[in-house]
């Protein structure tokens, strides 16, 4: 596989991760914990189904404890805190939030050996900053109440875990892709004791809350993991990083098409700063790229 073609496999993740807002809202009142074994034991059937072609893949399994902690911990916390944001806060507000994990990624990887914080990734960060605060401000109507609040934190911590979770991809490019159908099993069967733990089990109600867990389950929390990770191991992680301020922009324009979200001068505004923010902060990437 050339690294065209690795960079424009990981590419679609980000078209995948644009319906994850949409798609979760409408599952209806599925407990966010129930709601992440069921999509994941989905997704986790995504990568065996490849094994009939090389059959020695379920090696990719056998790994360091390190590589566990990672990859389940990366699924597993991010898509917690994802789920119960959107679950405790509106969902346009806190899926903007969510979505400073690509300009993390570029801060993050600046500060990693051989790279170095420069001026641009100041300002994008800046420029990401004054877009949250815009957002937090409120857009006229009353979206931002004290019960929303744990909802936001849950959704800014989860950008910084999605973040640390793709630098290290990064770092670990030896382990193979089909491992990551174990992370998702294994985030199923945790999701699945912290399920019995603290939620009440609620079953979802119609057919399209069904259609739009198995959506979940085999695009955003299925097939989604397995390109980005082939993009970020054997692609230009720069380009897939840049791209990736596209996610909040989609993302929105889906929760306003489909009903859950307005479109207030608020919302774009803070879109635009924190998508801006990203795009000055990967200067580097996006010249280095035209030169290559």
Same mark, same amino acid.
């Given at each position: 596989m050339t690294r065209k073609v690795a960079t #424009?496999?990981?590419?679609?993740?980000?078209?995948?991760?644009?319906?994850?807002?949409?798609?979760?809202?409408?599952?209806?009142?599925?407990?966010?914990?129930?709601?992440?074994?069921?999509?994941?034991?989905?997704?986790?059937?995504?990568?065996?189904?490849?094994?009939?072609?090389?059959?020695?893949?379920?090696?990719?399994?056998?790994?360091?404890?390190?590589?566990?902690?990672?990859?389940?911990?990366?699924?597993?916390?991010?898509? *917690?805190? %994802?789920?119960?944001? #959107?679950?405790?806060?509106?969902?346009a507000e806190a899926g903007l939030l969510n979505y400073l994990w690509p300009l993390l990624i570029v801060l993050l990887s600046a500060l990693l050996p051989g790279e170095r914080l420069a001026w641009h990734h100041v300002v994008g960060a800046s420029l990401g900053f004054v877009g949250t605060v815009i957002l937090f401000a409120g857009n006229g109507t009353p979206q931002f109440t004290e019960s929303s609040i744990p909802g936001f934190v849950a959704a800014f911590i989860a950008a910084f875990v999605w973040a640390g979770y793709s630098v290290m991809s990064r770092k670990l490019a030896s382990v193979p892709t089909d491992a990551v159908a174990g992370f998702c099993a294994a985030t199923a069967v945790l999701a699945t004791v912290f399920h019995f733990a603290f939620e009440p089990t609620i079953w979802p109600q119609t057919l399209t809350q069904w259609g739009a867990i198995i959506a979940l389950g085999v695009g955003p929390v299925g097939v989604a993991f397995f390109v980005w990770d082939i993009g970020m191991k054997r692609g230009d992680i720069r380009?897939?990083?840049?791209?990736? %301020?596209?996610?909040?922009? #989609?993302?929105?324009?889906?929760?306003?098409?489909?009903?859950? *979200?307005?479109?207030?001068?608020?919302?774009?505004l803070s879109a635009a700063l924190i998508a801006g923010g990203g795009l000055i902060a990967s200067k580097d990437m996006v010249f280095r790229t035209r030169r290559a």
């Open positions: #424009l496999i990981g590419l679609t993740a980000i078209l995948m991760w644009s319906l994850l807002a949409v798609l979760t809202v409408a599952t209806g009142r599925v407990p966010a914990f129930q709601l992440l074994a069921m999509t994941f034991a989905i997704g986790a059937f995504i990568g065996p189904m490849t094994w009939v072609w090389h059959r020695d893949a379920w090696r990719a399994l056998r790994q360091s404890a390190l590589v566990w902690t990672v990859g389940v911990g990366g699924l597993f916390g991010y898509h *917690a805190l %994802y789920f119960l944001s #959107l679950r405790l806060a509106p969902p380009v897939l990083a840049t791209a990736s %301020y596209a996610t909040p922009l #989609l993302s929105t324009g889906f929760l306003i098409a489909a009903g859950f *979200a307005k479109p207030t001068a608020a919302l774009a």
